[in-house]
């Protein structure tokens, strides 16, 4: 074939358009692959921020929507009706990390004790806003058996009452972003247990559910001179 502009073009096209349907090819044999990952990742971490206990667990899912996004809160309970507990799956609502949203599985027991967090999904960087997938963390220390009720849902650096959490080494953003999606948690759970008063009065009070009533918020304040 003559090499001209004109069938340098046709080639082009070709390559670029064959290129295309393998990868549209790929995507579709993958892509229920992928959901699957992500489904059984989902209902692993369901079971891991619970207690464990003997027999199949029975699940009832209570979907809401907190400042517009999708919050699922499931109950999770024995064969014979006995709560375990709840599990929230939640995301950062008001703040945003260094990279993107922080994407969590929480698990409340009846009373309102947070029970463990999971991190489902998270893009910050690694060292920094990365070590909240670390067993042990501050955040995670902050929140862990810990009275939903008493804990102040901000960083000790915007807020240093008794109760506030401490942030990530160099990372007060992603750490904001990471409270933030426990608080929206915190608020589905006060919801799907049927406690409106008190969702109010966490409301009312700026605290429990500010992931909730607050509509924008920049993700980086004036002020923060951390990497993330």
Not at 91 to 101: E, M, V, W
Request: proline share 2%.
């Amino acid at each position: 074939m003559k090499s001209t502009l004109k069938n340098m073009v046709l080639v082009l096209f070709t390559i670029t358009a064959v290129s295309a349907f393998l990868v549209g090819v790929v995507n579709n044999i993958t892509k229920d692959t992928i959901q699957k990952t992500n489904d059984d990742a989902k209902l692993l971490a369901l079971t891991e921020v619970l207690p464990a206990f003997e027999g199949e667990p029975v699940f009832v899912h209570d979907t809401m929507k907190i400042e517009g996004a999708q919050i699922v809160a499931t109950r999770v309970s024995k064969a014979d009706g006995e709560t375990v507990g709840y599990a929230v799956e939640t995301h950062s609502l008001t703040k945003t990390g260094y990279a993107d949203k922080i994407y969590l599985m929480v698990g409340f027991l009846a009373d309102g004790t947070i029970n463990e967090i999971k991190v489902l999904s998270q893009k910050e960087t690694p060292g920094l806003g990365a070590n909240m997938v670390k067993p042990g963390n501050s955040l995670e220390k902050g929140f862990k058996n810990k009275k939903a009720s008493e804990v102040i849902f901000a960083v000790k650096k915007d807020d240093k009452r008794e109760g506030s959490i401490d942030a990530l080494s160099g990372a007060t953003i992603s750490s904001r972003a990471y409270v933030d999606a426990v608080a929206a948690a915190y608020a589905a759970f006060l919801w799907t247990t049927g406690q409106r008063e008190q969702f109010e009065a966490a409301a009312t009070s700026g605290n429990a559910t500010s992931g909730a009533t607050k509509t924008t918020e920049p993700a980086a304040q004036e002020g923060d001179v951390d990497n993330e």
